[in-house]
């Protein structure tokens, strides 16, 4: 009727056809939701959701005008949402990106597990996060694939213990999000959280990195996010994991570098000092030495461009140390060689040199000019070592590292100057290209030794817990004595 006004709905399909009791016809006409036609419509929507789509239904509701408030009172009126006709029901394909799938893939293999939550039906989720890869069991149920409402219902403990297993969340709500990333949380994990919407921003903010989108994201979202991923593309986040990765790893290598040459330069002095009364390695070649471990040393590590190899660790834990059992087992191996090696030549060059034909204060000055020409190699050769801790292949990928390249070469150019044309600056003598060589060739033992050493297998539990474990407990007052617990 013309006087009748209309209130049109819509939402998810299966939801706003639960509010009809009429259906509309091609032709206007309009007739009873009787129970076999609703089970007809839902078979549709099933059958839409299990090819991906995303349903949508449109629905009407005639009023009459006196049912109508007036513009005062219409603030706070609720729209009567029963009775409604149903208009007719869409599907609409939102296609996977290109890529998405090998990006979900490259996440999974490198050990971050990928979780889907999203607003459709389970139908619809299920299909898209087997379209995705994040799903890989077609038959999979509760609860790796989990409805909103049901993980809302749980109390925290339960929360807790479903987390880890679920892999698709349907018709949830942002609330949802947020009570599953502090449940993750809870559980120990990194969560890291992707959203777009105003709603998602409490969700953004709990999570240990919140990645908003760039392009569709809000304002809001953006502000409560760490990184702001530009082109929305999930893709993406494969390439923050990947230099995340880079950036932690170039920070490991560069201090083990840098342990290496402060433990050896420093027991070499004292052992030296203490001994004799004389060091070895004088204020100005120290600082020399300092220079390549600190400004040359980092340009060169901490440069390093990601690698595939970094895609295929497992994820670091929040609790983990950053100086691994790894890096002490390489560093170890390195400080103790460099120290032995110069030690013995402090206490013994002049025999091993054959200098014992000069006088004793120029036999010292070669000697000490060996020795420091020889420390300063050795950390030349221990720079590509630190390139790769953990391989054998020290040599990968160095070619592709100019910076790298060109900093070594400098860093050795500039020992030659020091060495050869500085010798009233360092206190150093010329060196005769026999004295060179013996330098390089103790210099490049690092590279076998360092080989070797990857093969001796270190404790999975770190160093810090191992020496708690060994150093005994103080009894607390009142212990001795006390009765055993019944």
Request: aromatic share 6%; proline share 5%; with cysteine.
């Amino acid at each position: 009727r013309d006087s009748d006004v209309h209130v049109h709905w819509k939402g998810a399909a299966e939801i706003v056809l639960a509010l009809c009791t009429n259906w509309l016809d091609v032709d206007g006409s309009t007739h009873e939701m009787t129970p076999d036609k609703a089970n007809h419509f839902r078979k549709y929507i099933e059958d839409m959701a299990e090819q991906s789509l995303r349903c949508v239904a449109f629905a009407y509701r005639n009023l009459d005008p006196k049912d109508i408030p007036s513009e005062e009172q219409r603030i706070n009126w609720e729209l009567p949402d029963n009775d409604l006709t149903l208009i007719g029901i869409v599907g609409m394909k939102d296609p996977c990106r290109p890529g998405v799938r090998d990006a979900v893939e490259l996440c999974t293999n490198s050990g971050v597990k990928v979780r889907m939550v999203t607003g459709d039906n389970l139908q619809t989720a299920r299909a898209i996060a087997l379209e995705c890869g994040i799903l890989t069991d077609p038959q999979a149920s509760a609860p790796v694939i989990i409805e909103g409402k049901v993980f809302r219902a749980y109390n925290d403990a339960e929360r807790e213990a479903v987390a880890d297993k679920i892999s698709v969340m349907g018709r949830s709500s942002p609330n949802d999000k947020l009570l599953l990333v502090k449940a993750l949380k809870k559980n120990g994990h990194v969560v890291a959280v992707t959203g777009d919407g105003t709603n998602d921003a409490p969700a953004l903010h709990e999570a240990d990195i919140g990645l908003s989108m760039g392009i569709q994201g809000t304002e809001v979202a953006k502000e409560s996010s760490d990184i702001i991923i530009l082109d929305d593309n999930f893709a993406s986040v494969v390439k923050v994991v990947r230099w995340g990765r880079s950036v932690y790893a170039n920070i490991q290598k560069f201090i083990q570098f840098q342990l290496t040459v402060n433990v050896a330069a420093l027991i070499i002095n004292v052992v030296a000092a203490i001994s004799s009364g004389n060091v070895p390695l004088n204020a100005v070649q120290l600082l020399w030495v300092n220079l390549i471990m600190d400004t040359l040393g980092a340009l060169a590590l901490a440069t390093e461009p990601p690698t595939d190899q970094l895609m295929k660790r497992t994820p670091v834990g929040r609790r983990e140390p950053l100086v691994t059992n790894i890096m002490w087992r390489n560093l170890f191996i390195q400080a103790v060689y460099q120290v032995a090696v110069l030690l013995t030549l402090n206490f013994r060059g002049r025999d091993l040199l054959h200098l014992t034909q000069d006088t004793l204060e120029h036999s010292s000055k070669v000697k000490n000019s060996f020795i420091f020409n020889t420390f300063v190699l050795c950390q030349v050769f221990n720079e590509f070592n630190a390139r790769k801790p953990e391989e054998l292949n020290i040599f990968e990928g160095v070619s592709r590292n100019h910076l790298f390249l060109a900093v070594v070469s400098v860093t050795v150019v500039l020992q030659v100057i020091i060495i050869e044309f500085l010798g009233k600056f360092t206190s150093t003598v010329r060196l005769s290209w026999q004295l060179w060589l013996v330098s390089l060739a103790i210099a490049f033992i690092s590279w076998p030794l360092a080989l070797v050493g990857k093969f001796i297998p270190v404790p999975q539990t770190p160093l810090k817990n191992l020496i708690l474990k060994c150093w005994p407990k103080k009894k607390k007052q009142g212990d001795e004595g006390a009765a055993p617990p019944v």
